[in-house]
């Protein structure tokens, strides 16, 4: 599959994004926006304890970054807010959680609104112990596998 076919692939899907906030996850987002601007919507899951704070991180950790300033150019400053706006959701969740930590009806919705899960969301630190490495990696499989 050549990348203008997997481009193809996210036109007008909506896209839960776990991990947005790290070393590949922002990478990750920006060329999903740049390469599919038809792209329907981007649902980014953050460890944040409300929406509110969801958000700043997201804008602060990964939209903010200098690595958008190609969107920046092509769509102005104004533009690209708007499209931002339009595409990327922050949500507050933590994948250790059943449904990634989202409340019930968040959790029914977003399961019916979603067509790719991109689980980023990973403890890259050499120190962790196994058992929390994986019960982490079991919740997510469980909550991916159920939506
Ligand atoms: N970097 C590479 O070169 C590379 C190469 C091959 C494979 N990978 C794999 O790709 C994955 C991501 O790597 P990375 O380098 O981007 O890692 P990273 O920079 O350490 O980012 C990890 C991301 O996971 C999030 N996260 C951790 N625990 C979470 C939780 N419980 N709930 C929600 N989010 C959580 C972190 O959020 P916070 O900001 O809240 O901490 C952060 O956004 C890993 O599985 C890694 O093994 C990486």
């Given at each position: 599959m050549d990348a203008i076919a997997?481009?193809?692939?996210?036109?007008?899907k909506s896209i839960l994004i776990t991990g947005s906030t790290g070393f590949l996850g922002k990478l990750?987002?920006?060329?999903?926006?740049?390469v599919q601007p038809a792209v329907k919507k981007l649902y980014l899951l953050v460890?944040?304890?409300d929406a509110a704070s969801a958000e700043q991180r997201v804008f602060s950790e990964v939209i903010g970054m200098?690595?958008?300033?190609?969107?920046?150019?092509k769509y102005g400053l104004h533009g690209f807010q708007s499209f931002i706006q339009e595409k990327v959701?922050?949500?507050?969740g933590?994948?250790?959680h059943d449904d990634f930590g989202?409340?019930?009806s968040q959790a029914d919705a977003l399961s019916k609104e979603i067509d790719i899960i991109?689980?980023?969301?990973?403890?890259?630190?050499?120190?962790?112990?196994f058992c929390c490495w994986y019960a982490r990696r079991l919740v997510t499989r469980e909550s991916v596998q159920e939506w």
């Open positions: 997997v481009a193809g692939c996210f036109r007008d990750l987002v920006e060329k999903i926006l740049r460890r944040a304890p200098d690595l958008f300033n190609i969107l920046r150019e959701v922050a949500l507050a933590d994948i250790i989202l409340d019930t991109i689980n980023g969301a990973a403890t890259t630190s050499f120190y962790e112990s």
